[in-house]
């Protein structure tokens, strides 16, 4: 069982900047998504196994950053510019394979963190 812990959240004006942490039990491909009240979980980013290649979708290109830190099996997501529409949970999720392709749905991966919010005010 993959163990994932989400951490960085918080409330912020527009404008602002958060990073969240995903702290992983080991090294996968990993994706952050988007969960707004009522809707859909969304794709956000997503980093290859290695680090070297990441992927986002059109709504946050731009102003958000997936990065990690394999020494600590950690991921990243630096956001910036923040819009009262980013407002969401977010979710860090790893899927188990180490090559590279765009996983973008979230049937796509294996396991999930438990979420953090992000409240972002006008």
């Known amino acids: 069982q993959v163990q994932l812990v989400e951490s960085g959240g918080g409330l912020v004006q527009a404008g602002g900047s958060l990073r969240l942490s995903c702290a992983a039990s080991?090294?996968?491909?990993m994706g952050w998504f988007q969960q707004a009240p009522g809707k859909e979980r969304e794709f956000a980013a997503a980093?290859?196994?290695?680090?070297?290649?990441?992927y986002y979708a059109d709504s946050v290109k731009g102003r958000f950053t997936i990065t990690r830190d394999n020494a600590k099996n950690t991921i990243y997501l630096q956001m910036n510019s923040l819009k009262p529409e980013d407002t969401a949970v977010y979710y860090c999720?790893?899927?188990?394979?180490?090559?590279?392709?765009?996983?973008?749905?979230?049937?796509?991966?294996?396991?999930w963190g438990q979420g953090t919010q992000v409240t972002v005010s006008s």
């Open positions: 080991g090294r996968y491909y």
């Open positions: 980093i290859s196994y290695s680090g070297g290649t990441t």
């Open positions: 999720a790893a899927k188990r394979t180490t090559t590279w392709r765009i996983y973008s749905r979230s049937s796509d991966y294996d396991d």
